[in-house]
C-alpha cells in the first residue's frame, strides 16, 4: 500500500481526520517536543524572520515557530483542506501565522520571500523532494535557511528478538507512513545539487518503552495494511495489536525511529 500522506488530497476525510489527531499526539510527546525545542534553538534566526513551513499539516511546528521572538510572521502550506483546517483553528490566537492550500512541488510565493524554509517531516511523503528542494531554494533570499527534520523510517522496529512477529507490521507500517524510507540519508547529496551549503546534521532517536501511544498508532497502521493487503486476516492484525498494547502494559514494549536535522544555506 502506498503512503496515504503522498496523495492526501485523495484520503477519504475520516482517515484524514485520523491522520489529524495523530500528528497532535506525536506533536504532544515528550521526545518530539523536545527534539523540536532543541532544534529549533539551535537555528540562527535573524530579528523579525519571515518564516515558510512547507507541508504544515495541523500546524504543531507552525505554532512552536510562532512563538519564537526573533521570528515576525510565519506561513504555512499544506495540500490537505482538512489538515489545514484544523491549522486554523488550533493557531486562532497567532496573529502572525497565516496557512494556505498549496503542493509542496509548486508554491504560490513570489521568489526570495522567505528567510527561513522549515520542512518537518514532510520531504519523506512527497515524489520528488527534488523538485520540492528547488522550489525551497527559489523562495528563500540570498544565504537564507533550510532545516529539514525527518524521519529515517528505514530504522523502524518494534523487535525485541530475532524473528519478532512486530517486525513484520513495522516494515508494514513504513510502506503506508513514507514513501521514501531512505530519504533522511540521500538529503546531503540532493542539497548540494540544488545549490545548497550543507552547514551541519544532526541525528535524533525515539524510542518508546514507557510511554508507547504514539508508537502504538503506528503498530496499528501496520496491522492494518498487512489486513488490507491480504497478507493476514482480520483476527490476525487485531492479535499484533493486542500484543503491543500487552508488551506495553507489562513494559516489555520497545520502538525506534531515527530522525535526522540539516540545516543548510543558500548560495548565492
Not at 188 to 211: E, H, I, N
Request: proline fraction near 3%; glycine fraction near 6%.
Amino acid at each position: 500500500m502506498p503512503d496515504v500522506y503522498s496523495n492526501i488530497r485523495e484520503v477519504d476525510s475520516a482517515i484524514q481526520e485520523r491522520i489529524a489527531d495523530i500528528l497532535e499526539l506525536r506533536a504532544a510527546d515528550p521526545q518530539q517536543v523536545e527534539f523540536l525545542d532543541h532544534y529549533l534553538k539551535s537555528l540562527p534566526f535573524a530579528e523579525q524572520s519571515q518564516v515558510l513551513e512547507i507541508g504544515c499539516g495541523t500546524g504543531a511546528v507552525t505554532r512552536s515557530l510562532a512563538r519564537c521572538t526573533c521570528i515576525s510572521t510565519v506561513a504555512g502550506v499544506d495540500p490537505s483542506t482538512i489538515l489545514l483546517n484544523h491549522a486554523r483553528l488550533l493557531s486562532q490566537d497567532y496573529e502572525n501565522v497565516q496557512f494556505s492550500q498549496a503542493d509542496a512541488r509548486e508554491l504560490p510565493f513570489d521568489a526570495e520571500s522567505f528567510d527561513t524554509v522549515v520542512l518537518h517531516t514532510t520531504l519523506c511523503h512527497i515524489p520528488g523532494p527534488e523538485k520540492v528542494l528547488e522550489e525551497a531554494f527559489r523562495v528563500l533570499q540570498k544565504d537564507g535557511l533550510l532545516v529539514i527534520f525527518d524521519g529515517d523510517y528505514a530504522s523502524t522496529s518494534f523487535a525485541i528478538g530475532d524473528n519478532d512477529p512486530l517486525e513484520a507490521v513495522a516494515r508494514a507500517a513504513v510502506e503506508v507512513i513514507a514513501h521514501d524510507r531512505w530519504i533522511v540519508r540521500k538529503l546531503p547529496g540532493l542539497l548540494r545539487k540544488t545549490g545548497f551549503d550543507v552547514l551541519g546534521s544532526r541525528g535524533y532517536a525515539y524510542s518508546a518503552a514507557c510511554d508507547a501511544e504514539y508508537m502504538l498508532t503506528i503498530l496499528d497502521r501496520g496491522a492494518d495494511a498487512l489486513e488490507a493487503s491480504g497478507i493476514i486476516s482480520a483476527s490476525l492484525a487485531l492479535a499484533l495489536k493486542d500484543e503491543g498494547r500487552l508488551r506495553a502494559e507489562q513494559g516489555n514494549f520497545f520502538g525506534l525511529i531515527t530522525y535526522g536535522k540539516l540545516l543548510a544555506k543558500k548560495l548565492s
